[in-house]
Structure formats: C-alpha cells, structure tokens
C-alpha cells in the first residue's frame, strides 16, 4: 500500500448489508458484563471502522513525518496525505474550494474559532447574537463569552413541546441589532432536524450571518454547504466514524479573509521578524502549530468510508431504525419519549416517569446487559430546563445498528421499568434519623462490606447488593437538600449532610440522598463505613484500597468515579475539620 492508495473502490452497494457493515468495525463484536454488546451511544461518538483504523496505523508506520517545508520523502508523503485528506473533506461537505476548509480539533473548537475572530469583529456593545434553546453547550459558551466581552446580547429562539424551532418567534427577533444566528443541524440531545435552509435564508435576507453546528447531522445527512449557502459550517471527525481530535470549519472565503488569526506561531504564517509578521494564506492561517495529521488522515478514510456506502443508504437505515425504536420504546408503560419533532435523526431521547427512576440508573441497568446509551444532560442544560427535566436517557443509532439491536434495548428496557419499585418514603415527621455505626471501626465495616463482594463474581449481583442497601438509606428531610449541601460533579443530583454526633467531640454522622438508585446506594456503602466513625479513622482508613478491593473502581464509568470521588471527598473535608477542632 504506498502513500496516497488507503480508499476504498468507489462503486457503491447495490444494497444496504449491514451485516458486511458490521463486519468492517472491529470493535462492536464483543461481550459486555457477559452480554453482546449493543452500541447505542452514537450520538457521543460512533465506532470506527477498520479502514480509518488502517489508514491511521499505515500513516504512522509508513509515512510519518512533520508536513509542510520538508524536503525529504517522508514529509512529502505526510503532507500529500494531509492534502488529499483536506480535498476528501471539502468534497465531504460541499464546500467549493480548499482554502475553505480549515481543520480543527472538533466542532467545539470550530465554533470557538468563529466566536473568537469573526465574533470579535462583527459583535459591538448592544449588538445580538441569536441562540436556540436546543444548543449544545459547545455552541453556547464561546457566544456568552463573546457577549459578556462585547457587553452583546444573547436571544434565543425557544421549541416547541416536540422540540421544534418556533420559527415565528425567530423572525420577530431579528433586528438591525442581530448579528449572528448560531444554529444546531441536528439537535444532539432531541434529534430535531431544523429547518436551516429557512433559517439561513431568513437571516440572509436581513443581513444576519449564521453558522450551523452540524456534529449531529454530518453523520447522518448529506451537507452541501454551498446549496446552503451558511456562512460557517463546523462538525466533528469522530461522529462520522472519523478519530477524536480531529473536525473541520468550513467558511465563506470572504470572512475568512478578513478574520484575524485565532492562535498564532508555527505554519501560520507568511513572513515573521520581530518588528513585523504576516500571515499565510487559507487554511493555513487558521492552522498554527503541527497539526492532527493522522486525525486528518483518519477523518479522510471515514469519508471515504461513508461515501463508499452513500449517505442515503445509511439515512434510510437509520431512519428505519429510528422508526422502529420509537414505535417500541413508545409502548412500554411508564416511558415518556421528549423530542417528537416531525423531522428527526438517529436521536431517541426518553425518561421513565411511572415508577419515576432517574436516567442514571436505566443507563446503568442497560449496560449489565451490554446496552451501552448516554444518560444525563446530553450537555444541553437550558433544554433540560424548558422540558422540566434533569435529564433523559438517550438511545443514538448508526448505520452498524440492527433492527435486533433495537429489540435488544426495548425488551430490555421493559424489564427494566417492570421490576421498578417506587420509593418508599419513610416517614420521620421531618426528625432526622442518623444511621448507627455497623462495626467499631471503618476498616471493620471494610472487612465486613468486602466479605460479601469477595464471594459474589457476578458484577450484576454486587450492583444488585448496591441498589438493595440504597433503597434502605435513611431517609434526609427536605429542609436539608439546600444548596450548600449540594456535591457537584455528580452524574445525578446528589445532598450530602454531616455533622458531629450530639455529645461527642468527633464521631461523624451524615445524612445523603440522590435521586439515582445507584448513587444511592453508594451513598448507603459510605454510611456504612463512616456513620458513627472517629474523625481521625475516617481519615486514615484507605477508602481507594477499599474502592480497589471490592471492584468499585474497575465497575465505575469515569463519570461515576468522579461523583464517588466528590461524595468521599465531602465526609473527609468534613472529618478534616472535626479532627483539627477537637485537637486543639
Ligand atoms: N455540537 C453538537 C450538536 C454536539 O452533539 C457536539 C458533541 O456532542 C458538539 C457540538 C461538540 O463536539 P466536539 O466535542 O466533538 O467538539
């Protein structure tokens, strides 16, 4: 295989086989906790195959080298790839010549680039920048930034109950003063595919430029970003099958001319003394530094790899699939689907209500099954907010997905809701009960935790253990889930209140609620160890030995750990505090 012949034959299937599919990703052909693994996690990041796992291991075992200026092969070589991947991506999104499309590390990194340069330029003291209620956290942020640093103001363009852009109130909203609409393609957390065309069109017509967040939609749908006519155009390399790390801006050549660098040094420039620098032409001003040359060469093979199997086939599958899900998801008794818009893609967002159980815990109870969703806010809070909820759990397919798969996620999925039990609420007419301590000591209560785990293999058993001592936590009244009391960082909402024992100068007691299952019980375990304790042994006792010891560790997602970790780091400051008072 020489340099530049990592392609795949360009005829297209006759028909869509997703069994062959499924044979190109090497990864989804394993077990989880036992069961076949069921990726629904797309939406976050889609699997790659082994042809942008190939390129990307060929590049670096045959034709790794910095690019640009070299004058040896090697370089040569590296740099012909990061050009023909640029060609590749151009062609990917329609855009009609290279200097156009500037890579970057994703679509955040994209958007921050806008904010930063052209934001900068076109954004003045009073000026607006329209939103939706619908965005991303990455097309958010870097606007509030833009507006707070330009005394700007940031409008936004509420959904409707389905999760639709109100276009009416869009129009109504535009005024001399706006400036830029930022718009999602495809909402990441509803699956709400906007009418962008409308948008940019009514934009244009007063003058506004926009710029259209396509992470969601650049795996799903073909994008012509010259029929579209936006004026930037941002998505990520890993949700189209691409590597992480890597994404692509594309801008109208006439703003991106006269946009100022967003990061300075290297490649970027034309001509540096230290009384004067100019800058290179585009990309390459956009471009500082070694860029992600494998990314680009990983991201160009996925392209490849997509236009190999055409875009409306993958879009008819995933609509079939999509279709379907929502058919059997919608009929299981207590789940609520949020975002029923008419035009949707791949995203099936949903919250159990009756019996209520947070999104956490169906996300979890699904991965002992091996089906792997995303749960929580999808980082799209204030939507989060205008549906009331704290969150959903989210379902996203890709073209690999199976009609089987689905079956999978709604039988499971409805064993799930079945054996919910709604909580029950014990009563302590508003009087604190403080749990007693279970052994004389933290290391005890250890050794009597870990006796039990040590003799149950089964993780599903060990999660089912937690779930069990959770349901029986001590009951925190309402007055005591304040704001201070809140942990952060947690996956859930999570209260956490300690104090010293009534006539003791140091033995911790504390009081804990969430509202997920599992973090309850986790809450529960770590009453057991500390409740009732000595500050000073809460703070020797090795609570990570223990954590390793009983598999916790291995068993947490790194968001769980996180929030464990918080939950641990409350009881200790508070023992802290305790211990250095009653020393003195
Ligand atoms: N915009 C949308 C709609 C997304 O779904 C995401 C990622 O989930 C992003 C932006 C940010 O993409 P990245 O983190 O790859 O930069």
Known sequence: MNATSITLPK??????????????FPILHQQVHGKPLVYLDNAASAQKPRAVIDAIKHYYENDHANIHRGVHALSERATALYDEARIKVQKFIGAPCLREL?????????????????GRVHVHAGDEVILTALEHHSNIVPWQVLCWEKHAHLRVVPVTDAGELRLDELEKMINPATKIIAVAHVSNALGTVNPIQKIIDLAHKHGVYVLIDGAQATPHLAVDVRELDCDFYVFSGHKVYGPTGIGALYGKPQHLEL????QTGGDMISYVSFAKTTWNELPYKFEAGTPNIAGAIGLAAAVDYIDAIGKDMIAAHEHKLLEYATERVAAIPGVRIIGTAKEKASVLSFIVNDPPMSALDVGTRLDLDGVAIRTGHHCCQPLMERFGIAGTARASFAMYNTIEEVDVL??????????????????????PIYPEPVADNPQQAADEIAEFFDAVDDWAEKYQYLIDIGGKLAPMPEVLKTEPNRVKRCQSTVFMHARTRPGTADVIEFLADSDADIVRGELALLQKLYCGQRAAEILAFDI??????????????PGRRTGLSEMIARVKHYAGQVAQKSSK
């Open 11 to 24: 005829m297209k299937p006759a028909s869509f086989d997703v069994e062959r599919i499924r044979g190109d």
């Open 102 to 118: 500037i890579f970057t590390r994703g679509a955040t990194e994209a958007i921050n680039l806008v904010a930063q340069t052209f």
């Open 259 to 262: 946009m100022p660098p967003y």
């Open 410 to 431: 709604a039988d499971t999925l409805e064993k799930i809701v079945a054996s919910a039990r709604p909580r029950v609420v014990v009563s302590t007419n508003g009087q």
């Open 544 to 557: 990570q030995g223990f954590m390793e010891r009983i598999g916790l560790e291995r068993n947490l997602s």
